[in-house]
């Protein structure tokens, strides 16, 4: 049922990765400015990122089977000086509005890892994995930080990935994971119509 959102998930980040790669060798005018905020499904679900990081514009994926949103720091997108803040990669994806949409469990967020920290609130779960990191972002950490949430009817997944040995891939990921479902929480109040 959430592997959907993982595989978006997966894409998404591999396609980030690439484009980290080619930015590198690029000698072409600055990139747009990058985004605060994105609306997904007709504006039932807006993502935007904690304090410092923004919207990569060109990562933005929608669909009807799901979509996707890639975050980084503003200063990192934008090559302007701003906040100084973690240096990290987030994903949402959101699957399409379903009433039957329940918050997913650990075991789903894990997909066959064993997690080395597992956190389950009311309205967030959270599996802290060994491997794999480093598959979906070139240079990142193995060990990466998923979540799921449930927003208006959407089922969504987070991802927060860190580079080889940084913070972000240990204790300051499960801090800006939390921050990412509790800023999309701020920005989604519930509606009539959804969870």
């Not at 980084?72 to 997108?77: G, P």
């Amino acid at each position: 049922m959430f592997t959907p959102i993982f595989d978006l998930l997966r894409r998404g980040a591999g396609f980030f990765g690439c484009a980290l790669i080619l930015a590198g060798c690029a000698t072409t005018a600055p990139p747009p400015p990058p985004l605060k905020a994105v609306a997904l499904f007709q504006g039932n679900v807006v993502v935007s990122g904690p304090e410092g990081y923004c919207v990569d514009r060109g990562s933005v994926k929608q669909r009807a089977q799901g979509s996707f949103v890639l975050l980084a720091s503003c200063e990192s997108l934008s090559g302007k000086r701003g906040r100084n803040v973690p240096p990290a990669v987030m994903t949402v994806s959101v699957l399409p509005r379903s009433d039957g949409a329940s918050l997913p469990k650990p075991a789903e967020l894990a997909r066959g890892q064993t997690p080395v920290e597992v956190v389950e609130r009311d309205d967030l779960s959270l599996v802290y994995l060994p491997a794999g990191g480093n598959v979906s972002v070139p240079g990142g950490d193995p060990k990466h930080w998923r979540g799921g949430m449930v927003l208006n009817g959407h089922t969504v997944g987070l991802a927060v990935y860190g580079f080889a040995g940084s913070a972000t891939s240990g204790a300051a990921g499960r801090q800006l994971i939390t921050g990412l479902a509790a800023r999309l929480r701020r920005a989604n109040p519930v509606t009539k119509t959804g969870e």
